[in-house]
């Protein structure tokens, strides 16, 4: 990269533009083609810039989970009462503190609406919940928890709803068509039958304005050739977070560095950067989802300890939960004891999630033994364990708050997984936006032109993170940045 | 402010300078002392400008701890060994991760020539060490631990030597003339000396850029009036941190939200702003410095445990770190428990320090009673308690590493300060800079003619601190940025 890198262009130097639309969006990943079919609808003739060979982003390649609430068809066909302001109050908490309470909002008061944009458009979920401990819905049902709602201590705080919808899969277990593939397809076939025109192996680089500080257009590279694109109402960008750029890692969310997942390598920030460079102001850059590589069935089962031996997480919780608990309190340091008994029936489970199972490193007849083949202080881990066991005798966790159904005491033999560096995940900062996706100015202002969705901006997580919140952001805010280019 | 705050005006708009200079200096604190003498001793005519009535800053209120080392004449006259890569070592384990290893390492380096230059300067250290657990010394000693190099677990990371130099102080007990006081006066008498020229009560909003984007001034309020001040080699930033911006605290460290401290009202992040507003990088905006208030005298001989009643830092190190274990990883919840012998020690200790003492909210003859009357699950502080002693007896604390000497079982009757929500703190992140304190701009080149320093840039802190790395970096850089813009 040059260092001319993300330095504005000015209109009045371009001699000849190479493509022309209303409105131009860069990035064909889940933002993207849903700024697309908004702005097309909205009668915008429309250009999507993609970095690849097609369309997809990191959306197509996740497990295609979308945060959706507020008494969605979905949930009230299968039992689930939920409101628009239990969703808040769910979201303000676990995704807080600082969190942009007016995207939370409106995300959950268009909640509704935006599931049927996402059926409408011939996203399939099938009428089907899955209750079990997962990351992932291992079949092809449409509805799970997805963010700890059902656990302590947001079961106490809202109603818990499950809010993860996924898109039904045709064969989950061969790896063809998941879920994010089962979301991105539909959507990028109607953005064609609307006429939005791709431009694939183009890398947007600059943007370009005109005299009154508005941009109107985008530089990018295709095929090592500089190609300017002029953007008649207004440019989107969408192309993802900053997951793979390691020196804006280490600037703003160091504890990641070494350790991206679920982002792909296009994910370099470029958006963040071109808009700074022209005053865009930032939000939550230290943010970030953290997954966590160790079988939620087991996790349920057993109790989690950090590097003193101490409990720190109810251990039914979403997994994603803790992975954040893990590395950003405890040092990245935990280990899962379980007794062989739970062990077997955590791997036995008929609805089994096979994921990230893999056997103990150590085994013991008693705790105390346990405790000392894994190194930890005399005494700590059998502390532990007896207060657990104490309370567990009557089916009670008041030290965390696991839910009675996966209390029982901790017998013998016990083992210990080792799970000390088992996290990863990706950023969640980016560029400050408003509701309408507009980016904004230090100055507070909306840059002129200039629009934003998806994980180059900063959407309704500040430090907090549950499963679907980034598609849903990315799909909500991003049909708010395709109206508003288009109405310009 | 208005909405044009922060936008950059061109040098062809301005049809009369109000003030001109060499070097101009926004902000008359630390950084803003040091890099105008630099200036002004590299041959530049200096302006500074100030907003309020007087040169201080935060510094002027703060303790006054620079943090010094790699074997300083104070150091070396005192006993202790240091080396820059000793000091290196304990910096990049303690301030990490992330830190910015370029500054960390050009600030050991030089650190015993940046001691020298701050007595050369006028800056007394009185010869003597103060080795009691404190924030800050009570009485004038030069030379104190201030960042829990001597504690676990850096102790073990790199040989512990007492890094924190405080000027010595006429009359800390009144609040006359406290440390920081003491550092600025001699430095600001200097700045005088050397014919540097301060304009207080203005307030900078914008940077004035020429044609081909270089910073050639800064435009100002005073009384109401714009005022444009002309910089004929530089404008130097220096106005703090964004501690007092509620909506840059929430955006970026939204664990301060409600609990700034140790910086000043004038600390609104306006520096950062103006810069961004030119497309500047930043770096680490979610670091905090955090303050414990409790008295690290009773700490140091009693027993931190969180909300589940589990101890979570070795009680005898900086209390800055216990102020970031408690709020950033344990929720803002700590108890301090201490049997009514070790409380009545702490208290009655000749040298004593008697920040942030108050008596316990619950006493009781036993572990088990006290922790029933806290409100904590049966058997959880018991079974810290128990751990605790068992190896404590052994005069050793291998669950935390709280140094031999502070060891020793917790007897009764036994007694429980309540220290939930006994934090502040003011952030550290800001401006991207060079070792050279040039401001970078997101393509990775500096902006010409822009100069930073202070804690409105990101120093050598990422997300860890010691105290006297704030007034020490500030200074450090300041220089640099003083030099740097003289230069041109």
Same mark, same amino acid.
């Given at each position: 990269m040059t260092t001319a890198? /993300? +330095?504005?262009? $000015?209109?009045?130097?371009?001699?000849?533009?190479?493509? @022309?639309?209303?409105?131009?969006?860069?990035?064909?990943? =889940?933002?993207?083609?849903?700024?697309?079919i908004e702005a097309a609808r909205a009668g915008a003739d429309v250009l999507i810039l993609e970095r690849t060979g097609g369309w997809g982003g990191a959306a197509a390649l996740s497990g295609?989970?979308? %945060?959706?609430?507020?008494?969605?068809p979905? &949930? +009230?066909?299968?039992? /689930? @009462?939920?409101?628009?302001?239990?969703?808040k109050t769910f979201m303000l908490a676990a995704l807080g503190p600082g969190a942009d309470e007016a995207k939370i909002s409106d995300y959950c008061d268009g909640s509704v609406e935006h599931y049927r944009w996402l059926t409408d458009n011939g996203v399939v979920f099938k009428s089907a919940f899955w209750g079990e401990p997962g990351w992932e819905i291992p079949g092809d049902e449409g509805l799970?928890?997805?963010?700890?709602e059902n656990s302590a201590p947001f079961n106490e705080i809202a109603t818990p709803a499950p809010r993860g919808h996924v898109p039904q899969m045709s064969n989950k277990r061969?790896?063809? &068509?998941?879920?994010?593939?089962?979301?991105?397809?539909?959507?990028?076939?109607?953005?064609?039958?609307?006429?939005?025109?791709?431009? /694939?192996?183009? +890398?947007? &680089? +600059? #943007? =370009?304005?005109?005299?009154?500080? $508005?941009?109107?257009?985008?530089?990018a590279k295709k095929f090592g050739d500089e190609v300017f694109v002029r953007a008649r109402r207004g440019v989107v960008l969408t192309t993802g977070s900053f997951a793979y750029n390691d020196a804006m890692v280490a600037s703003f969310a160091p504890q990641l560095i070494g350790r991206p997942a679920a982002a792909i390598e296009e994910h370099d920030g470029c958006s963040i950067r071109m808009a700074q460079a022209l005053g865009a102001d930032l939000a939550h850059m230290g943010a970030t989802e953290v997954a966590f590589f160790a079988d939620p069935q087991l996790m349920a089962r057993g109790i989690l300890v950090n590097g003193r031996g101490q409990r720190y997480v109810p251990e039914d919780t979403y997994p994603g939960r803790v992975g954040q608990l893990t590395l950003l309190r405890n040092d990245n340091q935990a280990y899962l004891v379980i007794d062989e008994a739970s062990y077997e029936e955590g791997c036995a489970t008929t609805s089994s999630t096979p994921y990230f199972r893999f056997p103990p490193k150590w085994a013991a007849e008693t705790v105390a033994e346990l405790e000392s083949d894994m190194g930890l202080p005399e005494?700590?881990? &059998?502390?532990?364990?007896?207060? %657990?066991? $104490?309370?567990?005798?009557?089916?009670?966790?008041?030290?965390?708050?696991?839910?009675?159904?996966?209390v029982r005491p901790i017998g013998t033999p016990v083992a210990a997984l080792d799970l000390r560096n088992c996290t990863a995940g /990706?950023? #969640?900062?980016?560029?400050?936006?408003?509701?309408?996706?507009?980016? #904004?100015h230090v100055s507070g @202002?909306?840059?002129?032109? #200039?629009?934003?969705?998806? $994980?180059?901006?900063?959407g309704v997580c500040a430090g907090g993170y549950a499963s679907g919140t980034s598609l849903g952001d990315s799909s909500f805010f991003g049909r708010r940045a395709g109206i508003a280019a288009a109405a310009n």
């Open positions: 890198a /993300f +330095r504005p262009l $000015r209109a009045a130097e371009i001699t000849a533009w190479d493509h @022309e639309a209303d409105v131009v969006v860069a990035g064909y990943g =889940i933002a993207g083609v849903s700024a697309a295609g989970i979308v %945060y959706l609430g507020g008494g969605t979905l &949930q +009230r066909e299968l039992g /689930f @009462e939920d409101t628009p302001e239990n969703m799970m928890y997805s963010g700890g061969t790896g063809e &068509q998941g879920g994010g593939y089962m979301l991105m397809k539909p959507l990028a076939e109607v953005a064609e039958s609307l006429g939005v025109t791709p431009v /694939f192996d183009i +890398r947007v &680089q +600059r #943007l =370009i304005v005109d005299d009154a500080d $508005r941009v109107v257009g985008i530089a005494g700590t881990l &059998q502390a532990t364990v007896e207060v %657990y066991n $104490r309370h567990a005798a009557a089916g009670a966790d008041p030290v965390l708050g696991k839910k009675p159904e996966w /990706f950023t #969640l900062g980016g560029l400050h936006t408003t509701v309408n996706s507009e980016v #904004l @202002e909306p840059i002129p032109g #200039l629009y934003a969705a998806g $994980r180059c901006t900063s």
